[in-house]
């Protein structure tokens, strides 16, 4: 297993931008790809960035293409998500994931073997 522990939620106005942080330790085995995911109340947690640990490919939900970024920062164990142009419907609250699979889908909740705890990110009109 693989112990992520995000930070970086708040509060924010519409248009403004947050970074998430989630830290990775106490890995026994290799993490192939790590991603952002979110969950709305009543609705189906969404992936909404993910990014392959060998060669840094990224993918995003067609939604917060252009705006959100996500990063990884191998000596420090650390993912990133910047997320800037922020929308009352990003509100939600947003899951770091890593994947000791073979990462065959980087935006698909099946793909990850283990999360975090969750941030909440709230955006305001």
């Known amino acids: 297993q693989v112990q992520l522990v995000e930070s970086g939620g708040g509060s924010v106005q519409a248009g403004g931008s947050l970074r998430l942080s989630c830290t990775a330790s106490?890995?026994?085995?290799?993490?192939?790809?790590m991603g952002w995911f979110r969950q709305a109340p009543g609705l189906v947690r969404e992936g909404v960035a993910g990014i392959l640990t060998g060669g840094g490919t990224t993918y995003y939900a067609e939604s917060v293409k252009g705006r959100f970024t996500i990063s990884r920062d191998n000596a420090k164990n650390t993912l990133y998500l910047q997320m800037n142009s922020l929308k009352p419907e990003d509100t939600a609250v947003y899951y770091c994931?890593?994947?000791?699979?073979?990462?065959?889908?980087?935006?698909?909740?099946?793909?990850?073997?283990?999360w975090g705890q969750g941030t909440q990110v709230t955006v305001s009109s």
């Open positions: 994931a890593a994947s000791s699979r073979y990462c065959y889908a980087p935006l698909e909740y099946a793909q990850y073997t283990d």
């Open positions: 106490r890995y026994r085995y290799n993490i192939y790809c």
